[in-house]
């Protein structure tokens, strides 16, 4: 019996990860294997920059079982769950890297109980991926699957010792998160709750659900969002909720790619290259929130991809899926949502909340154009401040702003709405403006507050 990873090779989970909606049957489900707990991986070390070793002794110890029965199959029976059911289609398996579906192809020839075929295809996976520690270990357990078991009794106190192993536990729990994403796939025709509208101007945007350690990849076009990828991903060693510099935290909330970073210019431990993100934003600003260099970045060298809790507060990838994200990205326009957990609507749904919403920024332009300053100085918090090299006041902010636009017909274009809300209701609002008889305009990005029922704009940056 396959020792560790292999307990969630379950046919109904190689099933749902080719969206087949016939469902597996519990006597197949006993013969999956048992709980990977003592998968195994290597724990990024204290400071990020000082890299993290890549583990290779996963699949040697394997095959020092010798086919010994493990002790962790009691203890961890019914471990698997069936998928999440939902009253929609779920969208289809968008594969990531080439390497990830051959593991997931490998763990479903051995639910269907073709060992011998997914030892062969483990082996040229392993063979093509060295540094895939995951890879190796699914390949020691098929390895140990081949000896006959053994009548003397398990080593129950080795068993243990393998079970305590936190980078055991890790790679357990990566295999896990891998698998529990693509079961669980968002429902058909669903975007993040984040994602209102987009300007076709980004043609691409992010979602990160840490949950599952997942990215999603949406390409955007003038009929919406599509998912297009997803990706294994790691978060921050100490999870989400970025409060304060060096708390090993990655921030939650809705952000920019800033700029892409040559991988020439940094350290090897840095993989393919690096995509910085504008944290903190205005908001995180507003509440005090600390800290920065926070980026989607690749792994070392000699090290496929890392625990689901590893980094000091990055996005890491596995580098063929951040070399494929490189090729996509626009500095400045393509937005990243880092979320705990993604919740997911319709495009209905959003249509209806970008309606409200819509509604305010209508207002604030035509109590702009009207020239009635305090009209217009009702949508504005007394903190409001607009970014430029001196920080600008909402009160020189509303003379600039009656110059700019009194008596004359605007057009708002290219508008995308992001939504963020945990303690308190935002929107991130992106937009050009251009008045009747002109050409060109401003393209603004406006931080907006929900209070009492109003939005308030707190933030301004003008980008063009």
């Known amino acids: 019996m396959a020792a560790s990873a292999l307990l969630l090779a379950t046919p109904g989970a190689a099933l749902a ?9 519990s006597a197949n489900a006993k013969t999956s294997g048992t709980k990977a707990a003592k998968a195994g991986g290597s724990r990024a070390s204290a400071k990020e920059a000082r890299g993290a070793k890549a583990g290779s002794g996963a699949s040697k110890t394997q095959l020092q079982a010798k086919g010994k029965r493990s002790a962790v199959a009691a203890d961890n029976a019914g471990a698997t769950r069936p998928a999440r059911k939902t009253a929609r289609t779920a969208a289809p398996l968008q594969e990531a890297s080439g390497a990830e579906a051959r593991l997931i192809g490998v763990y479903e020839l ?43 009794m398990p080593d129950t106190a080795g068993i243990a ?21 693509l079961r669980e796939r968002p429902p058909a025709g669903t975007v993040p709750s984040q994602f209102l509208t987009l300007s076709t101007r980004s043609r691409f945007a992010i979602a990160v659900d840490a949950s599952r350690s997942r990215l999603y990849l949406f390409e955007n076009s003038d009929k919406g969002l599509k998912l297009v990828a997803d990706y294994y991903i790691s978060v921050g060693k100490s999870g989400t909720d970025k409060a304060v510099e060096g708390d090993a935290r990655t921030p939650l909330g809705v952000y920019y790619i800033t700029s892409s970073l040559d991988p020439r210019s940094l350290k090897d431990f840095y993989g393919a290259g690096a995509l910085p993100i504008n944290y903190p934003n205005p908001y995180d ?18 090290q496929f991809a890392r625990a689901p809790l590893a980094s000091d507060g990055c996005v890491v990838m596995a580098n063929p899926d951040l070399k494929q994200l ?9 937005p990243v949502v880092t979320a705990r957990s993604l919740q997911w609507i319709s495009q209905p749904q959003a249509e209806k909340e970008t309606k409200k919403f819509a509604d305010s920024i209508t207002a604030w332009k035509d109590a702009r154009a009207s020239g009635n300053e305090a009209q217009l100085k009702k949508f504005y918090l007394p903190d409001f401040q607009r970014a430029s090299r001196k920080p600008i006041d909402a009160d020189a902010v509303l003379r600039d702003e009656l110059t700019y636009a009194q008596g004359k017909r605007v057009q708002i274009k290219d508008t995308s709405y992001l939504h963020w809300r945990d303690t308190e209701d935002t929107m991130v609002a ?31 940056e003008i980008l063009g």
């Open 17 to 25: 990860a080719n969206n087949s909606s016939s469902s597996s049957k």
């Open 110 to 152: 051995f639910g269907r109980g073709k060992t011998r075929e997914a030892l062969a295809k483990a082996q040229t996976l392993v063979r093509d991926h060295p540094n895939f520690q995951l890879a190796q270990l699914v390949y020691g357990d098929l390895l140990a699957a081949q000896v006959p078991p053994s009548n003397a």
């Open 161 to 181: 010792r393998l079970r305590g192993n936190p980078a055991m536990v890790e790679l357990h729990e990566e295999s896990r998160r891998r698998l529990q994403a």
């Open 285 to 302: 600003v507003r509440r005090g929130k600390t800290g920065s260099g926070i980026w989607l970045h690749g792994t070392p060298p000699q």
């Open 326 to 334: 490189l090729r996509k990205v626009q500095i400045g326009a393509t």
């Open 430 to 460: 992106t937009f050009g403006e251009v008045f009747e008889g002109e050409k060109n305009g401003r393209t603004r990005r406006q931080y907006w507050l929900r209070q009492g029922g109003e939005w308030k704009l707190f933030h301004e």
